[in-house]
């Protein structure tokens, strides 16, 4: 009988916090990752940027109603499957007695009674491919959320207050996810035998939580190398989706379990690792037993892996660590090197052995690069655009052939596009009155840090971006000097006039 097992007896109990809390995390999933999918295509923007990391917690929420809606799914099944069990009983008509003319009523209550019998049995139908097929959609659908998000360029870290709130909410946000898993971690599994599935998936949204609150506090307080946080959680919450899909996919040659044994499809190993303790190797041993009939507690080479593991992983993590202290410079590199915060020396290109990561650092320094950039006074990805604007050069190849004589309107020294080309004021007189005129200019400017110690040093600490500082300088020159002059200074035609007003 169905109705003495506990998971059976308890599943209306669990069938609408399951459901509920599934339609939840697919509606948070969905909508984050739809915000910045829609914000990334340009199909609203919004003043404020928003951040991406927002997508991977998306997707992480849809794995969890992955577990929570097939689950929820499972359990509707136990639920109707007990209902199921008093309809089973109702005698046939001939075991009826029908008195006084009350026939049809009686046989409009059996056909009533054997239709909604007919409804339960096909509704244990759901526990079969519907509720893998959920699982599969979900963890699709957080892989796509993943990739989409990906390619959003992270926002400015230039914008502390922002970093700081949203910091703050991820970490405050996490409790509430903390609780929820707690609460599905004390939950016996004879109640119910899908909250071991469920313990272990909610672990992802509470572990990127909390892992991007983190990581935003550290992008706040100017550590650049946090983004590598949220694209390790962005990999992790792949994972988790891609194995929740093969499982999904698996249910095709694997029979289904009868339905008093029958779980849930959404799981998930590797958010079993997700654990404040170390892993249980007799638990793991007691599991391949049970599902291969193979006692790994009897191999001696597991038994030396396990015992040797640990020293081996602390001689392993000293190397690495102490290979920190070896840096192999280029022919075209150098370094200053820091020994305990203080600049001591500026190493040239070669093989160096210094003190390890963090008390030697090696703050790496061009040695004879040469640059070349133009001088353009808008941003580097607007330049030509800008260009070809001020130039009028759209309107030119739309009115004038290729090969035709540029108009009046165009009298320049060039008629093709520039992509780095400025536009300067340059003082003219016309008909005994001070005008001006409008020349434009390709300039580019090549230059190098210089080759001793001392310029090393300044390059390193005192000059951020060493391009922004020369294309600023240089711009401002240039606007001085075509100021001074008409444009036949300029060009060059007042050559003997210039060199006489100079040397007098």
Do not use: K
Not at 183 to 211: N, W
């Amino acid at each position: 009988m169905l109705t003495e097992l506990p998971q059976f007896n308890n599943a209306r109990r669990y069938v609408a916090p399951l459901l509920i809390i599934g339609a939840i995390f697919a509606a948070l999933g969905l909508g984050l990752t739809g915000a910045i999918s829609a914000h990334a295509n340009a199909y609203w923007r919004l003043d404020l940027p928003i951040p991406r990391s927002l997508g991977f917690l998306g997707s992480a929420f849809l794995v969890a109603a992955a577990g929570f809606l097939s689950a929820g799914i499972l359990v509707f099944v136990r639920l109707r499957l007990v209902e199921r069990e008093p309809l089973q009983q109702v005698p046939d008509e001939a075991q009826i007695g029908v008195p006084g003319g009350r026939g049809n009523t009686v046989q409009r209550l059996l056909l009533l009674a054997r239709a909604r019998s007919l409804l339960i049995l096909r509704a244990e139908s759901l526990a079969g491919w519907p509720q893998a097929l959920v699982a599969l959609l979900f963890g699709a659908l957080a892989v796509a959320g993943v990739e989409v998000t990906w390619r959003v360029t992270p926002f400015a870290a230039a914008d502390p207050t922002t970093l700081e709130v949203l910091g703050g909410v991820l970490i405050v946000a996490a409790f509430p996810l903390l609780v929820l898993e707690r609460s599905f971690a004390s939950v016996a599994a004879e109640m119910l035998p899908d909250a071991p599935q469920l313990d272990r998936l909610l672990r992802i949204p509470l572990t990127v939580c909390l892992g991007l609150g983190i990581a935003a506090v550290l992008r706040w307080l100017g550590f650049g190398w946090a983004i590598r946080i949220e694209q390790g959680l962005a990999i992790l919450v792949v994972a988790v989706a891609l194995e929740l899909m093969v499982r999904s996919l698996a249910v095709a040659f694997v029979p289904f379990a009868p339905i008093e044994q029958r779980r849930t499809v959404a799981d998930s190993s590797i958010a079993g690792f997700l654990r404040f303790t170390a892993p249980s190797f007799q638990a793991f041993n007691t599991a391949v037993r049970q599902q291969f009939g193979i006692d790994l507690s009897r191999s001696w080479a597991l038994a030396f892996v396990q015992s040797a593991m640990l020293p081996i992983a602390l001689v392993m993590g000293i190397l690495a660590w102490g290979v920190t202290g070896i840096t192999a410079l280029g022919l075209n590199e150098r370094a200053v090197y820091e020994r305990f915060g203080m600049p001591v020396a500026v190493l040239g290109p070669g093989l160096h052995f210094h003190l390890p990561w963090p008390m030697g650092v090696m703050r790496g320094v061009e040695f004879g690069v040469i640059h070349d950039i133009p001088i353009a006074m808008s941003p580097l990805g607007d330049a030509g655009q800008a260009a070809r604007q001020s130039a009028g050069v759209d309107q030119q190849q739309q009115l004038v052939g290729a090969e035709a004589p540029p108009p009046t309107a165009s009298d320049r020294l060039w008629d093709a596009s520039h992509p780095s080309e400025q536009s300067y004021l340059i003082a003219s007189a016309a008909n005994g009155q001070q005008t001006f005129q409008i020349a434009d200019a390709d300039l580019r400017v090549v230059y190098r840090v210089g080759l001793t110690d001392a310029d090393a040093m300044n390059s390193a600490y005192r000059v951020a971006n060493p391009e922004t500082l020369i294309m600023a300088s240089t711009g401002q020159l240039l606007v001085r000097y075509f100021a001074r002059y008409t444009l036949p200074d300029v060009l060059g035609q007042s050559r003997e006039m210039s060199c006489s007003r100079v040397t007098t």
